[in-house]
Nanobody, 121 residues
């Protein structure tokens, strides 16, 4: 069955960096588009980034464009999110997700347990 396991979150100071990982099992990530989404305290799910099935097209929310980079390692069946120049407003639980069911509201068929990212001095 599909399983997504995120890791790499933590506490970081403003301006710092983190790299999130999402280990996938039960399917081959190179055959699917994948997403990163996040949920800040008291807020709804927010789309962060997409990578397409071919791995050659990516998309980013305006709030993270130029600071975050989505990538994947097909050999490791793992999705990544490199986050640089982190801001306090990036504080959230970050999830990798597969099979977007709808944009409004944002829903996915599969997502992991999430990893907490806290940006604070």
């Amino acid at each position: 069955q599909v399983q997504l396991v995120e890791s790499g979150g933590g506490l970081v100071q403003p301006g710092g960096s983190l790299r999130l990982s999402c280990a996938a099992s039960g399917f081959t990530i190179s055959k699917y588009g994948m997403s990163w989404v996040r949920q800040a305290p008291g807020k709804g799910l927010e789309w962060v980034s997409d990578i397409n099935r071919g791995g050659d097209t990516t998309g980013y929310a305006d709030s993270v464009k130029g600071r975050f980079t989505i990538s994947r390692d097909n050999a490791k069946n793992t999705l990544y999110l490199q986050m640089n120049s982190l801001k306090p407003e990036d504080t959230a639980v970050y999830y990798c997700a597969k099979d977007r069911a709808s944009w409004y509201p944002l829903k996915y068929k599969y997502w992991g347990q999430g990893t907490q990212v806290t940006v604070s001095s």
